[in-house]
């Protein structure tokens, strides 16, 4: 089998984990990560056998300093690569993209930047085929990732009149030294926020509204969501649905996780990869069914939750399984999610 060969532009706390879940791919293989300084994270990479090349030639030199030989530099990357996994920090891919256009190379970038820069925004449940063939591809947010994933299911069997989600979001990620006060939170002003928007990018028919605030926490988001149903559910049935698709895990405070760091303690001892939870956790007890109205909590494991739908997109762009649900599966047994 020829491997699609992907560059990873951008080895951080996504790059480094997408280049972790495509290593472990029998259809592609990481030909190469950048770095723009030689940090520990430049060192993973070579302990990990991943050729390494510094994001431009003025970089060179502070490799050399620190005694890290590099592959090259970013121009001498693209020539080997089949697609670009762009994972810069936000704002920056969309500079990117005319490099990649002239290079004719395919690429996906990531939820920090707009959907106008790709045109199109990818989840594999929701629209797998909106990514076929394309030379640019969004893959959402982690926020969007986990509101599609289960707003999805629920709307393509009880509809959804309209749904309001209120985001708890974690104010820095855990490897960070500097994010939002210790001391405070922090409520975004501007209303609606964003999140809603971005979710209407797959899901352009469903009505929702968000908002936001940014708490002293680097674990997990905690989304609380409301939905008004055009079929009246029960809550078994709510979560039944839930229960028959991929990448949604229900955890219970009556097995004692009632909070974000209980649930990544879980993935600790489940043996997660870097303490990852890739799949969006539902307190099945935290369910709520009045009416027609479903109320239900869920968190979102920032750092990883949007990393299959990375490999996913891979395939859809590169025509490399036609089916999404096999693409999903594959992805999940080779990642261990789900068990």
């Not at 005694?67 to 920056?92: M, N, R, Y």
């Not at 949604?248 to 489940?270: N, P």
């Not at 009416?291 to 979102?300: F, K, R």
Request: net charge neutral; hydrophobic share 40%; glycine share 8%.
């Amino acid at each position: 089998m020829t491997k699609v060969k992907v560059g990873i532009n951008g080895y951080g706390t996504i790059g480094k984990r997408a280049a972790f879940a495509i290593q472990h791919m029998d259809d592609m293989e990481v030909v190469g990560v950048t770095k723009t300084r030689p940090s520990y994270e430049a060192r993973l990479a070579m302990k990990e056998g991943l050729p390494l090349y510094a994001a431009s030639k003025e970089n060179v030199a502070d490799f050399e300093k620190e005694d890290i030989k590099v592959a090259g530099t970013f121009e001498d990357l693209l020539p080997k690569c089949d697609i670009i996994v762009d994972t810069t920090p936000g704002g920056v891919g969309e500079k990117y993209k005319p490099v990649y256009e002239k290079a004719g190379v395919r690429a996906i970038f990531q939820g920090g930047e707009s959907h106008g820069v790709a045109g199109i925004s990818f989840n594999a449940m929701a629209n797998y085929h909106e990514a076929w063939g394309a030379q640019f591809v969004r893959v959402v947010s982690c926020n969007t990732t986990g509101l599609v994933r289960t707003l999805y299911p629920i709307d393509r069997v009880f509809g959804i009149d309209k749904c309001f989600a209120a985001l708890v979001r974690r104010g820095a990620d855990p490897g960070d030294k500097k994010g939002f006060a210790l001391n405070a939170i922090e409520p975004s002003l501007k209303l609606p926020t964003h999140h809603g928007t971005d979710v209407q990018t797959i899901m352009p028919w469903l009505n929702i509204r968000t908002m936001a605030v940014v708490t002293p926490t680097t674990m997990m988001h905690v989304h609380c969501v409301t939905c008004e149903l055009k079929k009246k559910p029960t809550e078994n049935e709510v979560l039944s649905v839930w229960d028959s698709v991929p990448r949604i895990r229900f955890v219970s405070g009556k097995h004692g996780i009632k909070s974000s760091a209980q649930v990544m303690e879980l993935a600790r001892d489940l043996g997660r990869p870097r303490g990852d939870f890739m799949e969006i956790i539902i307190w099945q007890d935290g369910v709520k069914v009045e009416g027609h109205t479903l109320y239900y909590y869920q968190a979102i494991h920032q750092e990883s939750d949007i990393v299959p739908e990375i490999v996913d997109c891979i395939r859809s762009m590169m025509k490399l399984e036609e089916d999404p649900m096999r693409s999903i599966r594959k992805t999940d047994r080779a990642m261990g999610i789900g068990k």
